[in-house]
């Protein structure tokens, strides 16, 4: 539905855990950080989410996130951008949500390999959703999650 990822409006603040190389199919190394991230409405039905991180092991950097709902498809399109890959907009992740979960899956060529990555949202509590990122290098028959992020309201 148009209306999935309303409960993500507004100013968050966004606590990160995730592999400091998400590609490296053998990393150990986890990181945490936190950000600041705030989502808004756009052209009926999509929404536009940006990212500050001003402190991490990482650096600086911005992130950019585009949804747009499909309705004669019945699924979002969800597109990525970051500063620290700059001009890139990453292949779109495609699905919906079932429930208090949605899961979006894409091809997508990260250091020459071609990898099924997906996107999960859990919000059966609306008011702390959390965000994960998973990577398969085998057409989806194990996952290997490198990237989560749980969500708290601001102000």
């Known amino acids: 539905m148009s209306t999935d990822f309303d409960f993500l409006h507004g100013e968050w603040t966004v606590h990160h855990r995730r592999l400091r190389d998400t590609s490296a199919p053998d990393g150990q190394d986890w990181i945490e950080f936190d950000a600041v991230g705030e989502c808004f409405p756009v052209l009926a039905g999509g929404n536009v989410d940006r990212l500050h991180v001003t402190d991490s092991p990482l650096g600086a950097f911005e992130g950019l996130t585009l949804r747009l709902w499909s309705p004669d498809e019945g699924v979002w399109r969800i597109w990525w951008s970051s500063d620290r890959a700059p ?31 997906r996107f999960e949202w859990l919000t ?20 290997r999650l490198n990237w989560e992020m749980d969500f708290e309201r601001r102000g």
């Open 87 to 117: 001009g890139v907009l990453d292949e779109p992740v495609v699905g919906r949500f079932v429930g208090g979960r949605g899961v979006f899956e894409a091809t997508q060529r990260i250091h020459d390999e071609d990898v099924l990555v």
């Open 124 to 143: 059966a509590d609306a008011s702390s959703p959390r965000w994960r990122q998973s990577f398969s290098s085998d057409g989806g028959a194990t996952w």
